[in-house]
């Protein structure tokens, strides 16, 4: 069992990798002509290559795969928008509860969203407010963490 559910979670890691990686090069398709937009997407394609090779190491059983599934799991804890910062990464699953703060109004949601997608973003209105958890990786995570204090 606990290895068919580290095959699984390496499967979505790889899966989101080359879905941002996919979602990454088609933007760069459409912007050759401005570099700096250029260079800011070849850093969005880090996190997915780091996902990928995650997944991979993971599928493969190597050690070095879970300690950077671990890392790759918590990078996809948080998602916020605060004080004009937004910052969300999802390679594989987001499933998670967000609470937005907007003129004076709390809204609750649940997200999910299958794939890739890393955004970071500044210049945001002081007035928007966000904080996210992403449930999936916080179990991902949780579920890593003890299989690699298994291991030891």
């Given amino acids: 069992m606990n290895r068919l559910l580290l095959q699984l979670i390496a499967i979505l890691e790889i899966v989101g990798g080359i879905w941002g990686i996919a979602i990454m090069l088609y933007r760069m398709g459409n912007v050759l002509d401005n570099f700096k937009f250029l260079l ?57 509860v967000r609470v937005s703060f907007l003129e004076g109004v709390t809204h609750y949601n649940f997200n999910f969203i299958f794939g890739g997608y890393c955004q970071i973003q500044t210049g945001l209105p002081i007035e928007i407010s966000a904080f ?14 003890f299989s690699q204090l298994r291991r030891k």
């Avoid at 190597?62 to 990464?89: D, E, H, M, N, R």
């Avoid at 996210?132 to 963490?145: R, W």
């Fill in 132 to 145: 996210g958890i992403n449930l999936f990786a916080v179990m991902t995570f949780g579920f890593l963490l």
């Fill in 40 to 96: 800011f997407l070849l850093l969005y394609l880090l996190p997915f290559i780091f996902s990928l090779c995650a997944g991979i190491l993971l599928w493969k059983q190597k050690s070095i795969g879970l300690t950077l599934s671990l890392v790759l799991q918590l990078l996809q804890i948080p998602y916020f928008a605060l004080a004009g910062l937004y910052y969300s990464f999802i390679s594989g699953v987001l499933a998670g």
